[in-house]
């Protein structure tokens, strides 16, 4: 679960996520409209997403494996294309999510774009079963972290 957003930011995350896949853009549209006090969906997808991408990075690189002082030797290794490439797409992403605003089309196309690109770490594609087990999975991680 991403640190900087609380379980129930993640639940509405994950659920625009899903509408978003599925096309549902009465959900989407509910979902972007939120309650009192919430933070734009836009920029929570972003967040999120980013999150998501950084710790895919930190994964496939190895480094999330190590502990203490290797780890920070690998990240400062480390610092280079991936690092750069990773900052260039999370100013991207997040760039996009401020200027979305409260366009649902807008926001459904931010989340499948961030449901891409996590689904290029752990899958083959869009496998409608493959979405819908990350799908669970991201909504057990929010509730085990409530």
Known sequence: ??????PDQVMRVVAA????WSDDNDALAALVRGG????PLAALIAEFGVSRMQTMV????????QDGAD???????????ILHMTTV????????ALSVGGDVQATGDLARHVLQ???????????????QALFAHLRADA???S
Not at 1 to 6: A, C, I, V
Not at 17 to 20: D, G, K
Not at 36 to 39: G, I, R
């Open 58 to 65: 930190l994964i496939v690189t190895g480094i999330s494996d």
């Open 143 to 145: 509730l085990a972290h």
């Open 89 to 96: 797409a999370v100013s991207m992403v997040s760039g996009w």
């Open 1 to 6: 679960m991403s640190p900087e957003l609380t």
């Open 17 to 20: 996520l899903e509408a978003a």
């Open 117 to 131: 690109a996590i689904l290029s770490f752990t899958s083959d594609g869009d496998n409608p079963q493959e979405v």
């Open 71 to 81: 780890r920070q030797e690998a990240l400062t290794e480390s610092n280079g294309l």
């Open 36 to 39: 009192h006090d919430e933070q």
